[in-house]
């Protein structure tokens, strides 16, 4: 008896091949939990994905596509010891092979490459969120504080689909392990990942320097978080580097060069010479090329480079701590704006304006 609703992608054309698919409420069982998707969010080339075959990015058709989101739990497997019926959470999309965790996929986002994570994604996690009732591994149902979040906070569901883009954030500031009171550069800094990485570096105590080439979107930042410093990027390496050292030698630096970059991007380099003896840098973005780096410098400087994809299931957990105690603000007072909530059936209008809002602190929804 259908009782849920799903909205699956058969094939990849443009505009995009999709249907509502009426479903049975699935039933878990051991290792899973059955959600009620409350919110999920949409990003903003989803609807470029599910319309272009783009190179790193493959996942099984047809499936339901969606990374993460906010429910409640309806059911679980008989090995569940601490999940309830009714409880709040956030769905974890990255997840690992329980008899291999080197094998790793973005449930409703792509599969990562390689036969085992195929295998692991088509089989099993074939289905993300954009649908009524999800099915998801056990330990990828991260519990919230409901009394702390939407009472004492006073969030919305809404609100909470961010928890995914903050914990990869966290996920390279803890890889070089930022603490209070350093100095951080993020750039470019206004994307709704980098921005994110300002939110967090900021709430563990850093001063960070956010770097971009749109002024009004870093004032926007430096005006809600504290301690940011604000440097706009004119290509110019060395004229980019004096006004990133006006603020003293950096401790570290995250970069988030979009996979939109083309060529080689000029911060990275005045980044890198704003770093002080024994700075660490972080790569988490999606630029498609090459890097190239001065070898010598960084040796002679003994600057620690480490790359990162996505985050622990700790991280994740901390992230959702420091939401709870209100170390980390989302929502409108933090500049979160929620510019667009929709039902799955209005998946296009969903894609149009997702394609609009690019930038930090904008978010799309679906509402299941």
Do not use: C
């Not at 890097?291 to 996505?310: Q, R, T």
């Amino acid at each position: 008896m259908a009782g849920a609703k799903a909205l699956v992608v058969k094939s990849l054309k443009s505009p995009p091949d999709i249907e509502i698919a009426e479903r049975d409420i699935p039933k878990a069982i051991p290792g899973t939990a059955v959600i009620q998707v409350l919110a999920a969010a949409v990003g903003p080339g989803h609807g470029y994905l599910l319309s272009h075959e783009v190179p790193g990015f493959s996942f099984p058709l047809p499936s339901v596509f969606g990374a993460g989101g906010v429910g409640r739990v309806v059911s679980v497997g008989s090995d569940s010891v601490s999940l309830k019926e009714g409880q709040l959470v956030s769905i974890d999309p990255f997840t690992s092979a329980r008899d291999d965790a080197n094998v790793e996929v973005i449930v409703g986002l792509m599969d990562g490459g390689g036969s085992k994570a195929k295998k692991l994604y088509d089989d099993t996690w074939r289905d993300g969120a954009w649908q009524t009732h999800a099915v998801v591994p056990l330990e990828n149902a991260v519990p919230l504080d409901e009394e702390a979040l939407l009472g004492k906070h006073g969030y919305d569901v809404d609100d909470l689909t961010i928890i995914p883009h903050l914990s990869i954030a966290y996920g390279a500031i803890s890889s070089i392990d930022i603490k209070a009171g350093e100095t951080v550069i993020v750039g470019p800094a206004t994307g709704q990942f980098s921005g994110a990485a300002v939110e967090v570096a900021s709430a563990l105590g850093a001063r960070v320097i956010a770097l971009g080439r749109n002024r009004e979107a870093l004032a926007k930042l430096q005006s809600t978080i504290p301690r940011v410093e604000i440097v706009v990027i004119t290509g110019d390496t060395e004229k980019d580097a004096q006004a990133i050292q006006a603020f003293g030698l950096a401790d570290a630096f995250v970069d988030f060069t979009p996979g939109s970059v083309q060529g080689e991007p000029s911060h990275f380099k005045s980044a890198l010479m704003s770093l002080r003896k024994r700075g660490r840098i972080a790569l988490m973005g999606g630029m498609g090329g090459n890097l190239s780096i001065p070898y010598v410098y960084m040796m002679f400087n003994s600057l620690e480079l480490k790359a990162k994809w996505m985050y622990t299931r700790d991280e994740i957990r901390k992230i959702v701590k420091m939401i709870e105690v209100g170390t980390l603000k989302i929502g409108k007072g933090a500049g979160h704006q929620v510019d667009g909530k929709f039902k799955l059936e209005d998946y296009e209008a969903a894609f149009e304006t997702g394609a609009k809002h690019t930038s930090w602190g904008s978010s799309i929804v679906f509402n299941p």
